[in-house]
């Protein structure tokens, strides 16, 4: 299970802020300034990378490539975009965030997709399990046939 | 040039506001490839798939085709599209997953359509959260609208989509680390052989995995038929290609990645002219002509490239390859002090790819000579 969760990037194994501030430092966003960007963002978020900020507002991350290259360097708090290239955009966004006026399109971390599934096919269960029994089937058989 | 006319095929709603929306989509043509494929046999619109010799737009260049023809007859099949897209400077399948989200639909019905496959599902990586829900609303939307779930606009077929959020690992573009990180496990890539999930992939059972991108073609290849989508070529393989995969030497248009130093990155959709003076070079969008130094290629797991006269003659001077280099050399050219070591850093393991082309993703270079006729590939990096 740690194994599992400490695999994968986006599973935290300790407590983070309501924000997760993510900028990437990969080749693209490096070159155009993605380190220096994450300097500033360490004294204007009050955390340094990894952390979390004593209001308990911001995480800051340093992360791999984001796949917004031609927006470099890339930024995205709680897995979202928000193209903010410079310090001082950066700063904006930060008071932005603290008073709370980016809410509607940014949800605390946590919430990573909003628009919920609605829909999907409906099987019979007998249908279902008859589909179950022919794959296994199938399944048996080709083992049966490499042992052979 | 012939090919500034060639039509636009995954693209072709970039103008638009409101592309990601079932309106938007119905108003531009949007099922009408997936109406005419359900017209046709399955095995038609896989020979469809297979005349256009569409490419694998995921970075190996496997013909999609000939993979559909892989996958093994089995009661229970699955489609997994990858759109875990992470490769330094790549940003293709995160434009059409935002943007375009109901032509990525399509073509997955369309692919389920040939395959004969009842369950599909799309891997996109989690950090898309705004593309997360903009395609789980258009499969939303599509269900709706009948295009998606049982007997869909009527035929006898069904189908359901499974979207499914990645959790952040750069391994998991590897389609067999995909599939393991979608049966929940870690995205460790599986020992090989079996090579191909075509024949035990997804919960053991037979899997095709395609790119976002060959998704996105199918609509527009159905409706203008496989020899049409030929037709509309532009971008030529380097030869021996040619030699592995027989006739798939050109290819229509696909999106390149172009950012850095400019005034508009965007999506390299046309071929570019050459750069014969400055002033024409700056309404091409580069900043500052006299800065260009080592170029990446679209993908950094292939060779720089720079200039040895960059400083003096800007991007006109002659490329070359730095895998044949020295870092202090490409240093030198590049015009970086000993102490900008990150630069270095950075760089080395990107020009100290073994051999000339390095890496297998490395296909979608044009030979040299073919830069003059097609324009040669942008700028993504420049130097400190």
Redesign the interface.
């Known amino acids: 299970m740690r ?2 969760a400490s ?5 935290h194994l300790e407590p983070v802020g309501k924000y997760v501030v ?1 900028i990437c430092t ?3 966003c ?3 300034g993605g ?1 220096e960007l994450l300097e500033h963002a360490e004294t204007s978020l009050g955390c340094a990378v990894g952390s979390t900020s004593d209001d308990g507002l911001f995480t800051l991350e340093e ?10 360097p890339c930024v ?1 708090v ?4 928000v193209r903010t290239t410079t310090p001082e955009a950066l700063d904006q966004l930060a008071n932005e965030l603290r008073s709370g006026r980016r809410d509607s399109d940014i949800p605390s971390h946590g919430t ?11 099987a019979e269960k007998s249908e279902v399990s008859g ?2 029994a ?2 296994k089937a ?2 048996d058989e080709r083992a049966s046939g490499e042992r052979a | 040039m012939a090919m500034l006319d060639s039509p636009r095929i995954v693209t072709s709603r970039e103008g638009f506001d409101d592309s990601y929306t079932m309106s938007r989509y119905l108003a531009t043509g949007g099922y009408e490839g997936l109406k005419k494929a359900l017209t046709m046999f399955p095995e038609a619109v896989a020979k469809e798939v297979d005349d256009a010799s569409l490419l694998g737009r995921g970075g190996a260049g496997f013909p999609a085709g000939r993979k559909w023809s892989m996958l093994r007859k089995s009661p229970v099949s699955y489609l997994v599209v990858n759109g875990d897209e992470s490769e330094p400077a790549t940003f293709k399948d995160h434009f059409l997953v935002e943007r375009d989200p109901h032509q990525l639909i399509e073509g997955v019905i369309i692919a389920s359509y040939a395959l004969q496959v009842s369950q599909a599902f799309i891997f996109l990586r989690g950090e898309f959260a705004l593309g997360l829900e903009r395609v789980q609303q258009a499969v939303n939307d599509a269900y709706e609208h009948g295009a998606l779930g049982s007997k869909i606009f009527g035929s006898d077929f069904s189908l359901d989509i499974v979207i499914h959020p990645g959790a952040g690992a750069y391994i998991c573009g590897e389609e067999t680390a995909l599939i393991e990180a979608l049966e929940g496990k870690r995205g460790f890539p599986r020992i090989k052989p079996p090579f191909f999930p075509a024949v035990t992939g997804l919960y053991g059972e037979p899997t095709v995995v395609n790119n976002v991108e060959t998704m996105a073609n199918l609509p527009w290849i159905v409706l203008n038929g496989g020899s049409g989508f030929r037709r509309s070529r532009w971008w030529t393989f380097r030869r021996h290609e040619t030699l592995r995969f027989g006739r798939t030497r050109k290819q229509p248009r696909r999106l390149r990645n172009r950012d850095g130093e400019e005034h508009l990155p965007r999506f390299d959709l046309r071929p570019q002219p050459r750069w014969r003076n400055p002033q024409r070079q700056e309404d091409q969008g580069l900043h500052s002509w006299r800065r260009v130094g080592p170029l990446v290629w679209s993908r950094s797991s292939r060779p720089a490239a720079w200039s040895r006269r960059s400083r003096r003659k800007g991007i006109d001077a002659r490329f070359r390859f730095s895998g044949c280099h020295g870092r202090n050399e490409l240093r030198r050219a590049c015009g970086v002090a000993h102490h900008e070591v990150l630069l270095e850093r950075v760089l080395w393991p990107v020009h100290a790819v073994p051999g000339r082309f390095g890496l297998d993703r490395a296909r979608d270079v044009p030979p040299r000579a073919r830069w003059r006729s097609h324009g040669r590939p942008r700028v993504v990096a420049r130097p400190l």
Do not use: K, P, W
């Not at chain 1, 992360?63 to 470099?72: G, K, P, S």
């Not at chain 1, 709680?78 to 975009?81: A, I, P």
């Not at chain 1, 990573?112 to 409906?122: Q, W």
């Open positions: 194994g599992t695999f994968y990037d986006m599973f993510g990969n080749i693209a490096l070159l155009a380190q992360t791999e490539c984001l796949a917004d290259c031609n927006i470099a995205q709680n897995h979202r975009f990573l997709i909003r628009v919920r599934r609605s829909v999907g096919l409906r589909q179950r022919a794959a199938a399944r």
